[in-house]
Every structure is written in C-alpha cells, then in structure tokens.
C-alpha cells in the first residue's frame, strides 16, 4: 500500500524567513496531493492541495510543488508568520476513497 | 459549509468497556473516515466507509469496529477498550468517488484506564 513519509518532524524559523517541509510517496497510481494545517487543539483543516497534472500550486504565500517521476512534493511558505505556528500534514490519495497521511511536521515562527 | 460534528470531546472509559464514538456529517458526503491520531505517527485510517452499509479496512482495525446505517452517521465501536486504544480520534468526510478534500470532525480524545 501506498507509504507516505515527511520531513523534518519539527522546524522553527524566524518570522518573516520560508519555510519548506517535504514529503515523499510509494505508489505511483497516488494523483491527488492535500496539506492540511491543525493548530493546537484544533481539527485539521486543507489549505492547498494538487493534483497529479499541475506540477506546482500557489495560493498567496503558501505554494505545492510536485514531482510525479520523483515521487516527492513539498509545501513551500514564504513571508511566514506567528500563526502559521501549527502542525502540517501532507497525504496522498493511491485509490478512489483512501488517504495516506504524513507523519505530520511541527512548524514554530518565532517572532 | 462543511459541518463534520463529534459526539463527544472527551471520553474516559474503564478497560473492557464497550465505547461508541459517533460522527454525524451534514453534507451529504458519500464517504466518511475513522483516524486515530497519535505523536509521531500522523494520523492512521481505522476505517472508512464510502455507501451506506459499506466500509473498508484501514491500516489499523483491528479492535474496532464501524457502523453505517445511515449516509449522515457513521460510528466507530471499540468492543472492548484496551489502554493502547487511548487516543485522539477524528473522524472525516468527503464527497464523490473522486479523490476529494476531506473534512474533519473536531475530534474525541477517548481515556481508556
């Protein structure tokens, strides 16, 4: 089955600096890639996702790159802020109804 | 709006117990999901349910069980709880047979002693 694996498990930056978090998959019939965001205490919610015939995403300062021969894509956010402090996790969808999830990765901005 | 609801936010149940956690979705979602969500491991698929009456094995079933009787309703049943079933649990929805944005439920952290 379909093996999602993310990267780094936790990142802190300074306000205002990128942040980039990777996440690599297994099964290459996966064609529908989520990030989801979940702050503390909160449920997680989608904030970009792609699909297998765009290579790359952008939604202000959050932006998706895939890579489909690779099998990576990554979460790109620029200009970060305090509140984009939170958990993000990124998935792939290998078969109609299913979705592998990322271990998740810790995101600190320090102000 | 998506609305994806919890039965409860918090659950302490005793070693043995029979536990039910219900999710209820109001829009009209074909398919629905059970995760548990664990440090370090993200969140793993109990179950997932794509048609009234249908569901399908995760990754991680086994001590669960799940119900769906009706499109709106789907619920997770641990028919004897064990301490490593303590969690956090979130339930999911989404639409279609497309691979869609699932919706989360608040979530139940369920207490097992």
């Known amino acids: 089955g379909e093996n999602v694996e993310q990267h780094p498990s936790t990142l802190s930056v300074q306000e205002g600096d990128s942040a980039v978090i990777k996440c690599t998959y297994s099964?290459?019939?996966?064609?529908?890639f989520p990030w989801y965001k979940q702050e503390l205490g909160k449920r997680p919610q989608l904030i970009i996702d792609?699909?297998?015939?765009?290579g790359e995403k952008k939604d202000q300062r959050i932006a998706v790159t895939l890579n489909k021969t690779a099998k990576h894509f990554s979460l790109h956010i620029t200009e970060t802020q305090p509140e984009d402090s939170a958990v993000y996790f990124c998935?792939?969808?290998?078969?109609?109804?299913?979705?592998?999830f990322g271990a998740g990765t810790r995101l600190t901005v320090k102000p | 709006d998506v609305k994806v609801t919890q039965s409860s936010r918090y659950l302490v149940k005793r070693t043995g117990e029979k536990v039910f956690l219900e999710c209820v979705q109001d829009m009209d979602h074909e398919n629905m999901f059970w995760y548990r969500q664990d440090p370090g491991l993200g969140l793993r698929l109990i179950y997932f349910?794509?048609?009234?009456?249908?569901?399908e094995k995760g990754d991680i079933p086994e001590g669960y069980s799940v119900s769906r009787e009706k499109k709106e309703r789907f619920s997770l049943i641990l028919e004897s709880a064990s301490t490593n079933q303590t969690s956090m649990y979130l339930c999911a929805s989404s639409r279609g047979q497309l691979r869609e944005t699932q919706y989360f439920g608040p979530g139940t952290r369920l207490l097992v002693l």
């Open positions: 998935a792939a969808s290998p078969i109609l109804w299913d979705m592998r």
């Open positions: 349910s794509y048609d009234v009456k249908m569901k």
């Open positions: 099964d290459s019939a996966s064609n529908y």
């Open positions: 792609i699909r297998s015939n765009v």
